[in-house]
């Protein structure tokens, strides 16, 4: 394994086993010198550790730890309104890493898991987004209800 891809859920963030077992996990893949990318798309639960100084809080991060370059790690933090940028996927030692463009692969998922029938944006979102992002939200759907 060259590279391993993770993407975030619910139970590595919240307090229980699972976390731990995925702090091991992840932490395995950084002492046996494997590439490691980290997803996370969820604005809820504690957040996992991200090195030091600790980015500025955003909603989600994308972090990329070459084995080459470790301790060292890129992490890339992003908002509700941003979009998802470009993931700089490491390979083997002297190769340059593989851009992924996520947005693709979830709008795809979005569209054949028919999650538009099945999510309800008059409701807010769980959390709740902060003030200037919740006026963006409902600007945007409000567009799109006129369309």
């Known amino acids: 394994v060259v590279t391993v891809i993770e993407l ?3 139970s590595n963030k919240d307090t229980s ?3 731990e077992d995925y702090l091991n996990k992840r932490n395995e893949y950084l002492a046996t010198g ?3 990318v980290e997803i996370d798309l969820l604005r809820a639960g504690e ?12 909603d989600y991060y994308i972090l990329v730890s070459r084995a ?3 301790p060292q790690a890129g992490v890339w933090p992003f ?8 993931i700089p996927v490491p390979l083997t030692s002297g190769e340059d890493p593989v851009q992924v463009d996520l947005k ?3 709008d795809r998922a979005y569209d054949e898991a028919r999650f538009a029938s099945e999510l309800n944006y008059a409701q807010p979102p769980t959390p709740r987004l902060r003030e200037p992002d919740a006026a ?8 799109r209800d006129g369309a």
Do not use: H, K, Q, Y
């Not at 996992?48 to 500025?56: I, M, T």
């Not at 963006?136 to 567009?143: H, T, V």
């Open 8 to 10: 975030l859920s619910p």
């Open 17 to 19: 086993l699972d976390r």
């Open 34 to 36: 494997t590439n490691l």
């Open 47 to 58: 957040r996992l550790p991200l090195g030091e100084p600790a980015p500025v809080p955003m």
């Open 68 to 70: 080459a370059d470790f």
């Open 79 to 86: 908002s509700v309104r941003d979009p998802i940028p470009p």
């Open 104 to 106: 693709p692969c979830l």
């Open 136 to 143: 963006w939200a409902r600007e945007l759907l409000a567009g």
